[in-house]
């Protein structure tokens, strides 16, 4: 059978027709020749999301977003979504837009709910949220980064501002003449410093014999630490604290007036006397020695003994007086 050539440019148009319908179809994001599920999800803000944006779950792309459009007179927008995907999707499953990348755009990410048994259908409204992007995150860190950042400027200019006012010309020759000062300084204090080092160089022999000195001290003075520590020091001291107590006990009894040495310190009457005895006993002894006549008197031949007569210059009488 032969076609005729009305036939064959029907068929055309129609093709053509046909294939037109399916292309434009297609770049609205609707492959009419795919089996599509269709959700609906309300959000108050949809973040820039454009029609035709992916739909995934677990970053697989199982669909399209079909349009988006106001829902009535309360502000909210209604997104269409294309699913073409025999895994069952929960009722309670969450529509989340959410930035894939700085370049990307804006996508729609279906996280499941494995708990929920119930499957949603094709015509069902899902939950939507809004995840925060890079760009909100980076947003949100760098604010506060920003308000530190701006203060921090302001009080840099205020100080310098401050400091503008203080280095006037008289204190920005104070300034100079310190630092002329300190350069000075640091010049003497490398001058010293040589002069050290130079001594220290010509002594080293010295300063050498002089540390093994210290040495050998140190190795005596360990030695006789330890002959210390071996020495019964503590019988020592325990004899000695014994002894200073006993001492103490003495003291104690001579201040109280007991004893010889404390009657002798304490009885008034008895030094008195003991003072009057030695004085008499002075004087005794001197006239002794004086007049010893008076005492003692020899005689060979039988002469009588001669009276006493006083001296004139009479020491003990003297002395009494």
Excluded: C
Aim: charged residues 20%.
């Amino acid at each position: 059978m032969k076609l005729t050539k009305e036939i064959k440019t029907a068929i055309l148009v129609i093709s053509s027709i046909l294939l037109f319908i399916w292309g434009y179809s297609f770049l609205k994001g609707t492959d009419m020749l795919t089996n599509y599920k269709t959700y609906y999800v309300l959000y108050d803000d949809v973040e820039g999301l454009n029609p035709s944006a992916p739909v995934t779950i677990n970053g697989l792309i199982i669909g399209k977003v079909k349009s988006i459009d106001f829902q009535d007179n309360s502000g909210k927008l209604i997104v269409e979504l294309q699913v073409r995907t025999d895994f069952p999707i929960s009722k309670s499953s969450i529509a989340k837009i959410y930035e894939p990348g700085l370049i990307g755009g804006k996508q729609v990410q279906i996280v499941l709910n494995f708990k929920d048994n119930s499957v949603s259908e094709s015509g069902d409204y899902l939950k939507g949220e809004v995840k925060p992007g890079l760009t909100a995150l980076v947003t949100e860190k760098l604010t506060p980064l920003q308000e530190k950042l701006e203060s921090m400027l302001v009080n840099a200019d205020k100080l310098l501002v401050n400091l503008n006012d203080v280095m006037n010309s008289n204190n920005k020759q104070h300034l100079n003449n310190s630092f002329e000062k300190l350069s000075k300084t640091l010049s003497e204090l490398s001058i010293i410093s040589n002069s050290v080092n130079k001594l220290l160089n010509d002594n080293s022999v010295s300063l050498t014999n002089s540390l093994s000195n210290i040495e050998k001290m140190s190795s005596n003075f360990e030695k006789v630490s330890d002959s210390l520590s071996n020495s019964n020091i503590k019988q020592i001291i325990a004899n000695l604290e014994k002894t200073l107590s006993n001492v103490d006990q003495i003291m104690v009894k001579v201040n109280s007036g007991n004893g010889t040495i404390g009657k002798l310190l304490k009885d008034e009457a008895l030094y008195n006397n003991m003072s009057k005895t030695s004085k008499e006993l002075e004087l005794l002894l001197q006239d002794l020695r004086l007049y010893p006549t008076r005492y003692v008197n020899v005689s060979l031949f039988g002469k009588k003994n001669k009276p006493y007569v006083a001296p004139v210059n009479d020491t003990i009488t003297k002395v009494k007086k």
